[in-house]
């Protein structure tokens, strides 16, 4: 009985649609040679369309405990290794990201981590919102980064409606009131609406450091509507800072780590690292063990090559993840911590790493050189159909061969990659 009442909600995961453009692209050029290559090409439209619509016909339900992927293409991955479904608990990390969708709203998308898995839902499906409200209310708090804890708390959300009036007294119910309003505002592309919203909880509440930070993060994402490199966005990037480090120092006076940590991720996301490292350690200071925070200043410490403060980091982020019940996000800072620690202690598993490291980066040269070589002999191909025979049987080989040397570059990146995580 209790089963039946879970909420079942089905969302379409977005597919990596580039690699399937160029498989449509050598399909239309294939066709288009069909009498030099034959039955070979209807074979080759016949698998095209196959492997599209599999992965196209995927989909993740949500049943209140396990986010779990269904579909023909699901199931291939999962001949190839890659697991089917994630316990809420096993999830170790949510991240959205905004961008624009046109002159001043935005699109989202969601990326869903877990162990060997990367999936990626966006708002142009239907039921994007149901499934942000029930997935992200079933995780732990700490699991979700900036964006998505405000598509949870405030996006769409209904206000009841109340009079605006510089005149009433105002009480922290007001404050938080305005505040969700403009949120909400502004994630719906309303900004001026948003923003004589935030202007009055601001007026009324100077010394409020959630009020200031997310004063800043509705700048950023204004100006990444209207375009951050436009006069306007740049202003507001600008100001988006200020209201940062405004919120930052009251924070600071109030000894409230969640917004320091916070703080610190708005920087770190823009990659002023040093200004990220500060606030993530104002936060630290506060609360030695703050999940986010540690892993934050553990990924600056790998950025400049200090190894053992990444090591300490990723341990304190596995205390407070624990502490706080994030067993995912536990997870995660514990297995980076044990990799990083053996990178430091094992010479031989460091020489190893190092080699391997290496092939891939070669390998990823390689794909490159290869599918640039295809593509430019295959419109050499095309374009002499007709013209300079001498030349045509040339380019087919060499763009063939090009295609061949890719496939297996990539076979071989993606063996070496589960090998490592192994």
Not at 76 to 95: C, F, M, N, W
Not at 250 to 259: F, H, S, V, Y
Not at 301 to 328: E, F, H, P, S, T
Request: proline share 4%.
């Amino acid at each position: 009985m209790l089963q039946s009442q879970r909420p079942h909600i089905v969302i379409r995961p977005k597919q990596p649609l580039h690699w399937l453009a160029l498989l449509g692209f050598l399909a239309i050029g294939v066709l288009t040679a069909n009498h030099v290559y034959g039955m070979g090409a209807w074979m080759f439209a016949a698998a095209y369309i196959a492997l599209s619509t599999i992965f196209l016909c995927d989909k993740l339900v949500f049943d209140g405990t396990t986010l779990k992927r269904r579909g023909p293409g699901a199931w291939l991955l999962y001949q190839l290794g890659k697991p089917r479904e994630l316990g809420v608990d096993e999830i170790e990390a949510i991240s959205s990201y905004a961008g624009k969708a046109d002159r001043e709203t935005l699109k989202f998308q969601t990326v869903i981590l877990g162990v060997g898995i990367s999936w990626v839902v966006s708002s142009n499906d239907p039921t994007y919102q149901t499934f942000v409200k029930a997935l992200f209310k079933a995780v732990n708090a700490h699991v979700l980064d900036p964006l998505s804890t405000e598509l949870l708390l405030y996006w769409q959300e209904s206000e009841p409606p109340f009079v605006l009036t510089n005149e009433a007294p105002c009480t922290a119910r007001h404050l938080e009131r305005w505040r969700r309003k403009a949120i909400r505002l502004s994630l719906d592309g309303m900004h001026e609406a948003a923003a004589s919203y935030f202007k009055i909880a601001h007026e009324q509440a100077p010394h409020d450091p959630q009020i200031a930070y997310d004063l800043g993060r509705f700048l950023r994402r204004r100006a990444l509507a209207i375009g951050a490199l436009t006069e306007r966005g740049e202003a507001d990037l600008l100001r988006a800072e200020t209201y940062f480090r405004m919120a930052g120092r009251l924070a600071q006076a109030q000894k409230n780590p969640r917004i320091l940590e916070r703080i610190g991720e708005a920087f770190y996301e823009f990659h002023h690292l040093e200004a990220a490292q500060k606030y993530f350690e104002l936060a630290a200071k506060v609360d030695p063990v703050r999940p986010r925070a540690n892993i934050g200043l553990a990924g600056i410490a790998l950025k400049n090559a200090q190894g053992a403060r990444a090591v300490y980091a990723y341990n304190q982020a596995v205390r407070g993840a624990i502490a706080a019940g994030a067993i995912g996000l536990a997870q995660l800072a514990s297995r980076k911590s044990e990799y990083y620690e053996r990178l430091m202690s094992d010479d031989a598993f460091l020489s190893a790493e190092v080699g391997w490291e290496a092939v891939l980066n070669q390998l990823k040269w390689v794909q490159r050189g290869a599918l640039t070589t295809f593509l430019g002999f295959w419109m050499l191909q095309l374009s002499t159909f007709e013209f300079m025979t001498t030349v045509r049987p040339l380019s087919r080989e060499i763009s063939a061969t090009a295609l061949i040397i890719w496939v297996c570059a990539l076979v071989a990146s993606h063996i070496i990659l589960a090998l490592r995580r192994s």
